[in-house]
T-cell receptor, first 114, second 114 residues
Framework: GAVVSQHPSRVICKSGTSVKIECRSLDFQATTMFWYRQFPKQSLMLMATSNEGSKATYEQGVEKDKFLINHASLTLSTLTVTSAHPEDSSFYIC??????????FGPGTRLLVL | GESVGLHLPTLSVQEGDNSIINCAYSNSASDYFIWYKQESGKGPQFIIDIRSNMDKRQGQRVTVLLNKTVKHLSLQIAATQPGDSAVYFCAENMNSGGYQKVTFGIGTKLQVIP
């Protein structure tokens, strides 16, 4: 089956620093990738839809200047959490959509901001 | 401020029994539904899907039922095994502004009692 990877799997950073998370579709091309955030014991909340070669579409309440998304190729999207604060600590999950519009999820990135 | 975590509904099932996990969706325009399994610290894993022109679909040990009249979805797991213990999410897929968008339900934690 299709595989989506994320890097890093876990990151700890100091408050005020920026963190970049990569999402790659390993064996298929994904014109659309999605970024989700999940707090403990809660569901996945869609943050933004990332389209190759164009600007990301952000969900209501998600600050586009804080969560920078770049989808430079058909196999890579990045999410940069700028000036991270402790409340940004969460589990960030990406997914990539194939031509049949099936979404494949990455393993997630655990972010802890101290 | 600090977010209040929701307590996931929990379903406890004896090993070998059948499990039924229910989900209510919100948008009558949704045309594609997916069940995901998420183990602790991992990304969601696809289990089974169903399109809105169907009311039942079967996989290996799993069955999904769709009732569009009351906007209800269920996942049935036959002969539940300890490895089925996880959080299960239903998700509805709809076309939003020309883009596919997946919205997750709150999730149900399945605990299998050996």
């Amino acid at each position: 089956g299709a595989v989506v990877s994320q890097h890093p799997s876990r990151v700890i950073c100091k408050s005020g620093t920026s963190v970049k998370i990569e999402c790659r579709s390993l064996d298929f091309q994904a014109t659309t990738m999605f970024w989700y955030r999940q707090f403990p014991k809660q569901s996945l909340m869609l943050m933004a839809t990332s389209n190759e070669g164009s600007k990301a579409t952000y969900e209501q309440g998600v600050e586009k200047d804080k969560f920078l998304i770049n989808h430079a190729s058909l196999t890579l999207s990045t999410l940069t959490v700028t000036s991270a604060h402790p409340e940004d600590s969460s589990f960030y999950i990406c997914s990539a959509m194939d031509r049949e519009e099936t979404q494949y999820f990455g393993p997630g990135t655990r972010l802890l901001v101290l | 401020g600090e977010s209040v975590g929701l307590h996931l509904p929990t379903l406890s099932v004896q090993e070998g029994d059948n499990s039924i996990i229910n989900c209510a969706y919100s948008n009558s325009a949704s045309d594609y539904f997916i069940w995901y399994k998420q183990e602790s610290g991992k990304g969601p894993q696809f289990i089974i899907d169903i399109r809105s022109n169907m009311d039942k679909r079967q996989g290996q040990r799993v069955t999904v039922l769709l009732n569009k009249t009351v906007k209800h979805l269920s996942l049935q797991i036959a002969a539940t095994q300890p490895g089925d213990s996880a959080v299960y999410f239903c998700a509805e897929n709809m076309n939003s502004g020309g883009y596919q968008k997946v919205t997750f339900g709150i999730g149900t934690k399945l605990q299998v009692i050996p």
